[in-house]
T-cell receptor
């Protein structure tokens, strides 16, 4: 029934703090994606999970960013030592098996992160 | 590497007029192409996709797009704009062997005037 959900919807933090952003994919979807959307830009790929493992993390900007999906459903994006440049909307998407010839990626509403 | 260019960050049309949003792609292998729409305070929603079947793809809400390999284009059209079409539109490209990673364009904001 439910779509992709993300919590919190808004997060304000101070420079240098640690934040966690959560994504609940559509039940049964094995593929999960994180994207980042800066103001006035299109979404930018961060990381892709197939089940519990990160199949492609080539979009993570640096080692302050980390994501997990320990049980193959919920995923958490973790950002250490936040910087003002990390301010953006973080989008999560899920799809059934990760094959775009047959699948559709469904996006959540996003978490707006503001680093002061 | 794949990339997408959307020509025109803002497009304004009158209600009832033709909508044309431009997208050009770059890909070294046959691509999959997508158009997503983002309404204010909502998540991205898939309008339509091309995955190497018919080159003219019909989507939701009366939108369609045509894949033109010779022009490396995938422009989005709708014959008659409605006020409810006002939103941000994103073109995206992917290749199947990358596990569904999407590369998005910068987006085109569509305004519809009464």
């Amino acid at each position: 029934g439910a779509g992709v959900s993300q919590t919190p919807s808004n997060k304000v933090t101070e420079k240098g703090k640690y934040v966690e952003l959560r994504c609940d994919p559509i039940s049964g979807h094995t593929a999960l994606y994180w994207y980042r959307q800066s103001l006035g830009q299109g979404p930018e790929f961060l990381i892709y999970f197939q089940g519990t493992g990160a199949a492609d993390d080539s979009g993570l900007p640096n080692d302050r960013f980390f994501a997990v999906r320990p049980e193959g459903s919920v995923s958490t994006l973790k950002i250490q030592r936040t910087e003002r440049g990390d301010s953006a909307v973080y989008l999560c998407a899920s799809s059934l098996v990760g094959d775009l010839s047959t699948d559709t990626q469904y996006f959540g509403p996003g978490t707006r992160l503001t680093v002061l | 590497a794949q990339s997408v260019t959307q020509l025109g960050s803002h497009v304004s049309v009158s209600e009832g007029a033709l909508v044309l949003l431009r997208c050009n792609y770059s890909s070294s292998v046959p691509p999959y192409l997508f158009w997503y729409v983002q309404y204010p305070n909502q998540g991205l929603q898939l309008l339509l996709k091309y995955t190497s079947a018919a080159t003219l793809v019909k989507g939701i809400n009366g939108f369609e797009a045509e894949f033109k390999k010779s022009e490396t284009s995938f422009h989005l059209t709708k014959p008659s704009a409605h006020m409810s079409d006002a939103a941000e539109y994103f073109c995206a490209v992917s290749v199947n062997n990358q596990g569904g990673k999407l590369i998005f364009g910068q987006g085109t904001e569509l305004s519809v005037k009464p």
